[in-house]
Protein backbone atom coordinates (compact mmCIF):
# COMPACT_ATOMS: atom_id res chain seq x y z
CA UNK A 1 0.00 0.00 0.00
CA UNK A 2 1.42 3.79 -0.85
CA UNK A 3 1.12 5.27 2.53
CA UNK A 4 1.08 8.61 0.87
CA UNK A 5 -2.20 8.31 -1.06
CA UNK A 6 -5.48 10.29 0.80
CA UNK A 7 -8.88 8.80 0.73
CA UNK A 8 -11.03 9.77 -2.64
CA UNK A 9 -11.91 13.08 -2.80
CA UNK A 10 -9.68 14.28 0.16
CA UNK A 11 -6.61 16.54 -0.53
CA UNK A 12 -3.53 18.07 0.60
CA UNK A 13 -3.39 21.80 0.64
CA UNK A 14 0.04 23.33 -0.78
CA UNK A 15 1.72 26.43 0.05
CA UNK A 16 0.38 28.85 -3.00
CA UNK A 17 -3.31 27.81 -2.18
CA UNK A 18 -2.75 27.44 1.28
CA UNK A 19 -1.73 31.22 1.24
CA UNK A 20 -4.51 32.19 -0.79
CA UNK A 21 -6.99 30.65 1.87
CA UNK A 22 -5.45 31.94 5.01
CA UNK A 23 -5.46 35.63 3.49
CA UNK A 24 -8.93 35.36 2.36
CA UNK A 25 -10.25 33.64 5.48
CA UNK A 26 -8.49 36.56 7.38
CA UNK A 27 -10.31 39.00 4.99
CA UNK A 28 -13.70 37.55 5.43
CA UNK A 29 -13.69 37.70 9.35
CA UNK A 30 -12.07 41.19 9.63
CA UNK A 31 -15.20 42.16 7.91
CA UNK A 32 -17.51 40.27 9.39
CA UNK A 33 -15.83 41.56 12.97
CA UNK A 34 -16.34 45.06 11.64
CA UNK A 35 -20.69 44.06 11.13
CA UNK A 36 -20.59 43.00 14.82
CA UNK A 37 -19.91 39.23 13.94
CA UNK A 38 -18.45 37.75 17.02
CA UNK A 39 -16.17 34.54 16.11
CA UNK A 40 -16.73 31.34 17.50
CA UNK A 41 -15.25 27.87 17.09
CA UNK A 42 -17.16 24.87 17.74
CA UNK A 43 -15.82 21.02 18.41
CA UNK A 44 -15.19 18.88 15.08
CA UNK A 45 -17.02 16.00 17.04
CA UNK A 46 -20.11 15.75 18.82
CA UNK A 47 -22.10 13.09 20.38
CA UNK A 48 -24.69 12.91 17.36
CA UNK A 49 -28.00 13.64 19.00
CA UNK A 50 -26.72 17.00 19.40
CA UNK A 51 -25.05 17.33 16.27
CA UNK A 52 -28.27 16.11 13.84
CA UNK A 53 -30.44 17.30 16.31
CA UNK A 54 -32.85 20.29 14.09
CA UNK A 55 -30.82 19.86 11.16
CA UNK A 56 -33.80 17.03 9.67
CA UNK A 57 -32.43 14.55 7.47
CA UNK A 58 -30.55 16.62 4.98
CA UNK A 59 -27.53 16.46 7.53
CA UNK A 60 -27.78 12.75 8.21
CA UNK A 61 -26.60 10.56 5.68
CA UNK A 62 -23.38 13.01 4.90
CA UNK A 63 -22.21 12.55 8.31
CA UNK A 64 -19.59 10.61 9.34
CA UNK A 65 -20.11 8.35 12.68
CA UNK A 66 -18.32 6.86 15.26
CA UNK A 67 -18.43 4.87 18.82
CA UNK A 68 -16.50 7.39 21.62
CA UNK A 69 -13.93 5.01 23.45
CA UNK A 70 -15.02 6.82 26.73
CA UNK A 71 -18.45 6.66 26.80
CA UNK A 72 -19.45 3.95 24.36
CA UNK A 73 -21.93 6.98 22.87
CA UNK A 74 -22.19 7.37 18.96
CA UNK A 75 -20.03 10.81 17.95
CA UNK A 76 -20.53 12.23 14.56
CA UNK A 77 -17.83 14.47 12.90
CA UNK A 78 -19.66 17.73 12.04
CA UNK A 79 -21.06 17.99 8.35
CA UNK A 80 -22.15 21.35 8.78
CA UNK A 81 -21.37 24.10 11.24
CA UNK A 82 -24.32 26.20 11.50
CA UNK A 83 -26.35 23.54 13.43
CA UNK A 84 -23.48 23.74 16.31
CA UNK A 85 -23.68 27.87 15.93
CA UNK A 86 -27.30 27.40 16.51
CA UNK A 87 -26.66 25.58 19.67
CA UNK A 88 -24.22 27.79 20.71
CA UNK A 89 -26.77 30.83 20.96
CA UNK A 90 -29.37 29.04 22.46
CA UNK A 91 -27.54 26.93 25.12
CA UNK A 92 -24.40 28.86 25.80
CA UNK A 93 -24.92 32.29 24.83
CA UNK A 94 -28.31 32.45 25.88
CA UNK A 95 -28.39 36.35 24.84
CA UNK A 96 -32.35 37.90 24.82
CA UNK A 97 -31.32 40.21 22.11
CA UNK A 98 -29.53 39.81 18.43
CA UNK A 99 -26.45 37.86 18.40
CA UNK A 100 -24.34 37.71 15.19
CA UNK A 101 -21.72 35.02 14.89
CA UNK A 102 -19.71 33.56 12.40
CA UNK A 103 -17.21 30.64 11.91
CA UNK A 104 -14.64 29.37 9.81
CA UNK A 105 -14.01 25.81 10.14
CA UNK A 106 -13.65 22.01 8.23
CA UNK A 107 -16.65 20.20 7.41
CA UNK A 108 -16.46 16.62 6.82
CA UNK A 109 -19.13 14.77 4.24
CA UNK A 110 -19.37 11.41 3.81
CA UNK A 111 -19.53 11.69 -0.22
CA UNK A 112 -18.56 14.32 -2.07
CA UNK A 113 -22.03 16.99 -3.31
CA UNK A 114 -20.18 16.92 -6.83
CA UNK A 115 -17.99 15.13 -9.35
CA UNK A 116 -14.97 17.35 -8.74
CA UNK A 117 -15.82 18.07 -4.99
CA UNK A 118 -14.10 17.84 -1.91
CA UNK A 119 -15.29 15.89 0.81
CA UNK A 120 -13.79 18.13 3.45
CA UNK A 121 -14.88 21.37 2.91
CA UNK A 122 -13.49 24.44 4.54
CA UNK A 123 -16.84 26.51 5.73
CA UNK A 124 -17.38 29.95 6.39
CA UNK A 125 -20.05 31.65 7.30
CA UNK A 126 -22.34 34.05 9.41
CA UNK A 127 -25.10 33.99 11.27
CA UNK A 128 -27.85 36.29 13.11
CA UNK A 129 -30.35 35.45 15.58
CA UNK A 130 -33.06 37.01 17.43
CA UNK A 131 -34.69 38.97 14.74
CA UNK A 132 -37.77 37.64 13.04
CA UNK A 133 -38.19 40.73 10.66
CA UNK A 134 -37.26 40.76 6.84
CA UNK A 135 -34.36 42.96 7.97
CA UNK A 136 -32.14 40.56 9.61
CA UNK A 137 -32.44 38.65 5.75
CA UNK A 138 -31.41 41.98 4.32
CA UNK A 139 -28.47 42.33 6.24
CA UNK A 140 -27.43 38.71 5.73
CA UNK A 141 -27.79 38.88 2.01
CA UNK A 142 -26.22 42.00 1.44
CA UNK A 143 -22.90 40.56 3.77
CA UNK A 144 -22.91 37.61 1.54
CA UNK A 145 -22.32 40.11 -1.74
CA UNK A 146 -19.73 42.11 0.41
CA UNK A 147 -18.24 38.51 1.18
CA UNK A 148 -18.52 37.40 -2.27
CA UNK A 149 -16.61 41.04 -3.96
CA UNK A 150 -14.12 40.90 -1.03
CA UNK A 151 -13.38 37.76 -2.63
CA UNK A 152 -12.88 38.90 -6.27
CA UNK A 153 -16.32 37.04 -7.57
CA UNK A 154 -18.34 38.01 -9.60
CA UNK A 155 -22.36 37.30 -8.75
CA UNK A 156 -24.14 36.64 -11.61
CA UNK A 157 -27.06 36.65 -9.68
CA UNK A 158 -28.83 35.67 -6.05
CA UNK A 159 -31.96 33.72 -6.08
CA UNK A 160 -34.40 33.81 -3.37
CA UNK A 161 -36.84 31.42 -2.23
CA UNK A 162 -39.21 30.47 0.37
CA UNK A 163 -39.89 27.08 1.80
CA UNK A 164 -43.39 28.50 3.19
CA UNK A 165 -44.87 27.59 -0.65
CA UNK A 166 -43.99 24.11 -1.11
CA UNK A 167 -44.61 23.47 2.67
CA UNK A 168 -48.24 25.04 2.61
CA UNK A 169 -48.91 23.09 -0.81
CA UNK A 170 -48.02 19.71 1.03
CA UNK A 171 -50.24 20.17 3.63
CA UNK A 172 -52.99 21.96 1.65
CA UNK A 173 -52.55 18.38 -0.61
CA UNK A 174 -52.11 16.40 2.35
CA UNK A 175 -49.39 14.73 1.19
CA UNK A 176 -47.54 11.64 2.88
CA UNK A 177 -44.03 11.92 4.15
CA UNK A 178 -42.78 9.46 1.19
CA UNK A 179 -44.66 11.66 -1.88
CA UNK A 180 -43.54 14.74 -0.22
CA UNK A 181 -40.13 13.83 -0.52
CA UNK A 182 -40.15 12.15 -4.17
CA UNK A 183 -41.55 15.73 -5.25
CA UNK A 184 -39.03 17.60 -2.97
CA UNK A 185 -36.31 15.51 -5.01
CA UNK A 186 -37.81 16.30 -9.21
CA UNK A 187 -38.64 19.95 -8.12
CA UNK A 188 -35.05 20.53 -7.10
CA UNK A 189 -34.04 18.83 -10.24
CA UNK A 190 -36.29 20.41 -12.44
CA UNK A 191 -37.86 17.14 -13.92
CA UNK A 192 -40.88 18.28 -15.50
CA UNK A 193 -42.36 14.66 -16.87
CA UNK A 194 -41.11 13.48 -13.49
CA UNK A 195 -43.42 15.85 -12.03
CA UNK A 196 -46.51 15.25 -13.83
CA UNK A 197 -46.44 11.52 -12.91
CA UNK A 198 -46.09 12.37 -9.38
CA UNK A 199 -48.48 14.84 -9.55
CA UNK A 200 -51.44 12.51 -11.45
CA UNK A 201 -53.30 11.64 -8.08
CA UNK A 202 -53.13 14.85 -6.42
CA UNK A 203 -56.47 17.26 -6.38
CA UNK A 204 -56.74 20.04 -7.89
CA UNK A 205 -55.66 23.15 -7.02
CA UNK A 206 -52.28 21.65 -5.48
CA UNK A 207 -51.87 19.45 -8.53
CA UNK A 208 -51.54 22.66 -10.89
CA UNK A 209 -49.69 24.55 -8.38
CA UNK A 210 -47.04 21.84 -8.28
CA UNK A 211 -46.78 21.95 -12.02
CA UNK A 212 -46.42 25.75 -11.97
CA UNK A 213 -43.37 25.95 -9.60
CA UNK A 214 -40.72 25.80 -11.87
CA UNK A 215 -42.39 28.18 -13.57
CA UNK A 216 -42.08 30.72 -11.00
CA UNK A 217 -38.47 31.62 -11.91
CA UNK A 218 -36.60 34.79 -13.03
CA UNK A 219 -37.00 38.53 -12.24
CA UNK A 220 -40.15 39.92 -10.62
CA UNK A 221 -42.45 38.37 -13.12
CA UNK A 222 -41.49 35.56 -11.48
CA UNK A 223 -43.80 36.25 -8.64
CA UNK A 224 -46.52 37.67 -10.69
CA UNK A 225 -46.83 34.21 -12.27
CA UNK A 226 -46.87 32.88 -8.80
CA UNK A 227 -49.74 35.31 -7.52
CA UNK A 228 -51.32 34.46 -10.82
CA UNK A 229 -50.89 30.49 -10.60
CA UNK A 230 -50.64 29.50 -6.72
CA UNK A 231 -54.28 29.03 -4.32
CA UNK A 232 -54.29 32.33 -2.76
CA UNK A 233 -53.47 30.45 0.74
CA UNK A 234 -52.67 33.28 3.34
CA UNK A 235 -49.04 31.44 4.05
CA UNK A 236 -48.63 31.75 0.57
CA UNK A 237 -49.34 35.14 -0.46
CA UNK A 238 -47.10 35.65 3.14
CA UNK A 239 -44.53 33.83 1.54
CA UNK A 240 -44.49 35.95 -1.80
CA UNK A 241 -45.31 39.26 -0.25
CA UNK A 242 -41.78 38.64 1.95
CA UNK A 243 -39.82 37.91 -1.17
CA UNK A 244 -41.15 41.15 -2.84
CA UNK A 245 -40.69 43.24 -0.12
CA UNK A 246 -36.95 41.86 -0.06
CA UNK A 247 -36.30 42.10 -3.97
CA UNK A 248 -37.48 46.05 -3.22
CA UNK A 249 -34.81 46.60 -0.41
CA UNK A 250 -32.26 44.92 -2.49
CA UNK A 251 -32.80 46.12 -6.21
CA UNK A 252 -29.06 47.55 -6.42
CA UNK A 253 -28.16 43.56 -6.58
CA UNK A 254 -28.69 41.36 -9.28
CA UNK A 255 -31.87 39.51 -7.36
CA UNK A 256 -33.93 36.80 -8.90
CA UNK A 257 -36.41 33.99 -7.60
CA UNK A 258 -36.92 29.89 -7.90
CA UNK A 259 -39.96 29.10 -6.13
CA UNK A 260 -38.69 25.49 -6.71
CA UNK A 261 -35.48 25.54 -5.04
CA UNK A 262 -35.73 23.67 -1.74
CA UNK A 263 -32.73 23.04 -0.83
CA UNK A 264 -32.80 22.62 3.08
CA UNK A 265 -36.52 22.12 3.01
CA UNK A 266 -36.36 20.18 5.82
CA UNK A 267 -33.64 22.51 7.91
CA UNK A 268 -35.08 26.02 6.83
CA UNK A 269 -38.28 27.66 7.61
CA UNK A 270 -38.50 31.01 5.61
CA UNK A 271 -36.49 32.82 2.76
CA UNK A 272 -33.96 31.01 1.56
CA UNK A 273 -31.44 31.93 -1.00
CA UNK A 274 -28.69 30.98 -2.89
CA UNK A 275 -25.45 32.86 -4.54
CA UNK A 276 -24.27 31.99 -8.26
CA UNK A 277 -21.17 33.40 -10.63
CA UNK A 278 -20.55 32.85 -14.23
CA UNK A 279 -17.40 30.59 -13.59
CA UNK A 280 -19.17 27.71 -11.88
CA UNK A 281 -21.99 25.65 -12.40
CA UNK A 282 -23.64 25.20 -9.14
CA UNK A 283 -24.68 27.26 -6.08
CA UNK A 284 -21.12 28.76 -4.65
CA UNK A 285 -23.12 29.86 -1.54
CA UNK A 286 -26.59 28.90 0.79
CA UNK A 287 -28.43 30.79 2.73
CA UNK A 288 -31.70 31.23 4.03
CA UNK A 289 -33.79 31.22 7.64
CA UNK A 290 -34.20 28.51 10.12
CA UNK A 291 -36.31 29.36 12.84
CA UNK A 292 -36.69 26.30 14.52
CA UNK A 293 -33.23 25.03 14.70
CA UNK A 294 -32.67 26.63 18.18
CA UNK A 295 -35.97 25.16 19.68
CA UNK A 296 -34.51 21.66 19.33
CA UNK A 297 -32.12 22.76 21.86
CA UNK A 298 -34.69 24.24 24.12
CA UNK A 299 -34.55 27.80 23.35
CA UNK A 300 -36.29 29.00 19.78
CA UNK A 301 -35.10 31.80 18.18
CA UNK A 302 -35.56 33.59 14.98
CA UNK A 303 -32.19 32.52 13.00
CA UNK A 304 -30.98 33.60 9.23
CA UNK A 305 -27.59 33.35 7.85
CA UNK A 306 -25.71 31.69 4.97
CA UNK A 307 -22.44 29.66 4.43
CA UNK A 308 -19.85 28.55 1.75
CA UNK A 309 -16.93 26.62 0.88
CA UNK A 310 -13.75 29.03 1.38
CA UNK A 311 -11.76 26.71 -0.73
CA UNK A 312 -14.18 26.50 -3.75
CA UNK A 313 -14.28 30.19 -3.22
CA UNK A 314 -10.68 31.17 -3.42
CA UNK A 315 -10.03 29.08 -6.27
CA UNK A 316 -12.62 31.30 -8.43
CA UNK A 317 -11.90 34.44 -6.91
CA UNK A 318 -9.09 36.98 -7.96
CA UNK A 319 -5.53 35.14 -7.73
CA UNK A 320 -2.31 37.04 -6.40
CA UNK A 321 1.32 36.32 -6.48
CA UNK A 322 3.01 35.03 -3.24
CA UNK A 323 5.33 37.77 -1.67
CA UNK A 324 9.08 36.88 -3.36
CA UNK A 325 11.36 36.78 -0.30
CA UNK A 326 14.78 38.09 0.31
CA UNK A 327 17.87 35.92 1.06
CA UNK A 328 19.98 36.77 4.18
CA UNK A 329 23.44 35.24 4.89
CA UNK A 330 24.03 32.24 7.86
CA UNK A 331 25.53 35.25 10.02
CA UNK A 332 24.76 37.40 13.02
CA UNK A 333 27.35 39.87 12.56
CA UNK A 334 27.97 44.05 11.32
CA UNK A 335 24.17 44.44 12.16
CA UNK A 336 22.30 41.80 10.33
CA UNK A 337 19.78 41.03 12.92
CA UNK A 338 18.42 44.23 13.35
CA UNK A 339 18.56 44.98 9.94
CA UNK A 340 16.39 42.09 8.96
CA UNK A 341 14.50 42.36 11.91
CA UNK A 342 13.28 46.33 10.46
CA UNK A 343 12.40 44.70 7.09
CA UNK A 344 10.10 42.25 8.57
CA UNK A 345 8.68 44.93 10.45
CA UNK A 346 7.83 46.46 6.71
CA UNK A 347 6.32 43.33 5.85
CA UNK A 348 9.46 41.82 4.09
CA UNK A 349 10.01 38.28 4.27
CA UNK A 350 13.20 37.01 5.11
CA UNK A 351 14.95 33.79 4.36
CA UNK A 352 18.12 32.95 6.50
CA UNK A 353 20.88 30.88 4.56
CA UNK A 354 21.27 28.02 5.90
CA UNK A 355 24.13 26.28 5.86
CA UNK A 356 24.92 22.93 3.59
CA UNK A 357 21.49 23.94 1.18
CA UNK A 358 20.90 21.94 -1.45
CA UNK A 359 18.51 23.39 -4.23
CA UNK A 360 18.22 27.23 -5.95
CA UNK A 361 16.92 29.68 -3.54
CA UNK A 362 14.34 31.04 -6.39
CA UNK A 363 13.04 27.41 -5.78
CA UNK A 364 12.66 29.18 -1.94
CA UNK A 365 10.89 31.78 -3.22
CA UNK A 366 14.06 34.37 -2.67
CA UNK A 367 14.22 37.05 -5.78
CA UNK A 368 16.51 39.21 -3.46
CA UNK A 369 19.70 38.70 -1.40
CA UNK A 370 21.53 41.00 1.66
CA UNK A 371 24.93 41.89 0.52
CA UNK A 372 27.20 43.84 2.64
CA UNK A 373 28.87 46.77 0.69
CA UNK A 374 31.13 49.24 2.74
CA UNK A 375 29.67 48.07 5.57
CA UNK A 376 26.13 48.26 5.08
CA UNK A 377 23.84 46.26 4.30
CA UNK A 378 21.80 46.65 1.05
CA UNK A 379 19.28 44.55 -0.84
CA UNK A 380 20.27 43.31 -4.22
CA UNK A 381 18.32 41.26 -6.92
CA UNK A 382 19.39 37.77 -7.53
CA UNK A 383 20.70 37.59 -11.08
CA UNK A 384 19.42 34.21 -12.43
CA UNK A 385 19.38 30.94 -10.56
CA UNK A 386 20.88 30.99 -7.06
Known sequence: MRRWLLPESIEDVLPPE???????????????????????????LEYIESLLTGS???????????????????????????????????????RKGVARLCYCGSVLHTLPSGLTST??????????????GIEADVEVIRLLAQTLEIAGVKTSRIDLGHVSVFRA???????????????????????????????????????????ALPECYGGPEALERALKLLPGDAEIAQAVG????????????????DLADLRGYHYHSGVVFAAYCADHPGAIALGGRYDKVGKAYGRGRPATGFSMD??????????????????????????????VASLRDKGEVVIEALPGH????????????????????TIQYIQGEA
Open 119 to 132: REPLQIGAELYGHA
Open 169 to 211: LSVRGGLDPELEQELFAVLQSKDIPDLRELVNDIAEPVRSALL
Open 358 to 377: EGTWAEAGCDRKLVLCAGKW
Open 56 to 94: GRDMDLRTFKLVDQLSGRTMGVRADITPQVARIDAHLLN
Open 310 to 339: LRELSQLGATSSAPRAILAPSNDGDGLSDF
Open 18 to 44: ARRLEMLRRALLDEFCLHGYELVMPPL
Open 242 to 257: DLGKLANVLSDLPVSF
